[in-house]
């Protein structure tokens, strides 16, 4: 999700976002590419939302930020009723190097698989 409270703008993305190759490397599925979202952000809706059911909501830190952290996230109409929502799911990553793949592409990797799946210790999940 693309969020940025401080203007009320709430996006989801889709195949084109940029993001879906760093989810599938990650071992993921982009729920917003999987629901039929073609374009690379679309507002938010509730059905959206509903379709893509995503397990865990992947944004960058700064827009986590903007809408008060995840209490203010899950206040975002649709978002407390996704499975990520239900279950304050949420992958954090550092605005800037979500969507510009450059050196730290392996840093960023390896924080969402963390993230997602735990660090082999039990912590993640």
């Known amino acids: 999700m ?26 993921g599925v982009d729920a917003g590419a999987a629901s039929g979202l073609t374009k690379d952000f679309t507002a938010i809706t509730t059905e959206a939302l509903a379709k893509a059911a995503p397990d865990a909501i992947l944004v960058m830190s700064k827009g986590l930020e903007s809408v008060g952290g995840m209490d203010g996230l ?6 407390a009723q996704t499975p990520a929502g239900m279950n304050r799911r949420v992958v954090s990553v ?5 969507l510009n793949y450059g050196p730290r592409t ?5 924080s969402l698989v963390t ?5 082999g210790t039990g912590a993640g999940r």
Do not use: F, M, N
């Open 2 to 27: 693309y969020l940025r409270g401080s203007a009320s703008v709430y996006l989801i993305g889709g195949a084109e976002s940029g993001a879906t190759s760093l989810i599938e490397a990650a071992g």
């Open 74 to 79: 899950v206040k975002i109409p649709g978002v």
């Open 115 to 119: 993230q997602l799946y735990g660090d």
């Open 94 to 98: 550092e605005d800037g190097v979500l």
């Open 106 to 110: 392996d840093q960023v990797l390896r």
